[in-house]
């Protein structure tokens, strides 16, 4: 059956970076993209961007452009989403998303930044 | 960017009422639209793709319709599990984007 599986919860200082990992199972990795969306406390969900499994081709979120980066690993039908300059209202779940038909998500990652 | 605006924002209902919810693109998107239910603490579960496509698995209670710029997720009887925040997200240009949500609260 198709899987997302996210790397735990971080806890993260202002200025510092993270990167968020989502494992897939269950499909042909490079068949399908991955979205990125983010959900602050209490608001509500917003997409962060889109990385094509397939050629590793991306779009970002303006807000973000500059400080985000989406990779995959073919080899480990893994796709990576690193944020930098972490900042308070970065503090969010990061979910991965399988592209496509937005059919599969993973459980989501908290990502807490606090001094 | 496109906005995405749904109406209500959100409601009361009661079990076994018929819902609209009301998703309007800024610009037209052509049915490259879909609707996701989430409940507290949970990821998204995706109800519908390409405006009116039913996913594997989701209930033929819901249904959704529209193309263009405007779009409608209906649930013809409303039960208990049904109770969550709903949103659109558009993906026909980048960036994408979500609809505010629409919170089904109940009566």
């Known amino acids: 059956q198709v899987q997302l599986v996210q790397s735990g919860a971080e806890v993260k200082k202002p200025g510092a970076s993270v990167k968020v990992s989502c494992k897939a199972s269950?499909?042909?990795?490079?068949?399908?993209?991955i979205s990125w969306v983010r959900q602050a406390p209490g608001q509500g969900l917003e997409w962060m961007g889109w990385i094509s499994a397939y050629n590793g081709n991306t779009n970002y979120a303006q807000k973000l452009q500059g400080r985000v980066t989406m990779t995959t690993d073919t080899s480990t039908s893994t796709a990576y989403m690193e944020l930098r300059s972490l900042r308070s209202d970065d503090t969010a779940v990061y979910y991965c998303?399988?592209?496509?038909?937005?059919?599969?998500w993973g459980q989501g990652t908290l990502v807490t930044v606090s001094s | 960017d496109i906005q995405m605006t749904q109406s209500p924002s959100s409601l009361s209902a009661s079990v076994g009422d018929r819902v609209t919810i009301t998703c309007r693109a800024s610009q037209g998107i052509s049915n490259y639209l879909a609707w996701f239910q989430q409940k507290p603490g949970k990821a998204p579960k995706s109800l519908i793709y390409a405006a009116s496509s039913l996913q594997s698995g989701v209930p033929s209670k819901f249904s959704g319709s529209g193309s263009g710029t405007d779009f409608t997720l209906t649930i013809s009887s409303l039960q208990p599990e049904d109770f969550a925040t709903y949103y659109c997200?558009?993906?026909?240009?980048?960036?994408?984007?979500f609809g505010q949500g629409t919170k089904v609260e109940i009566k």
């Open positions: 998303a399988r592209a496509g038909r937005f059919d599969y």
């Open positions: 269950g499909y042909t990795f490079t068949s399908y993209g």
């Open positions: 997200q558009q993906y026909n240009s980048y960036p994408w984007t």
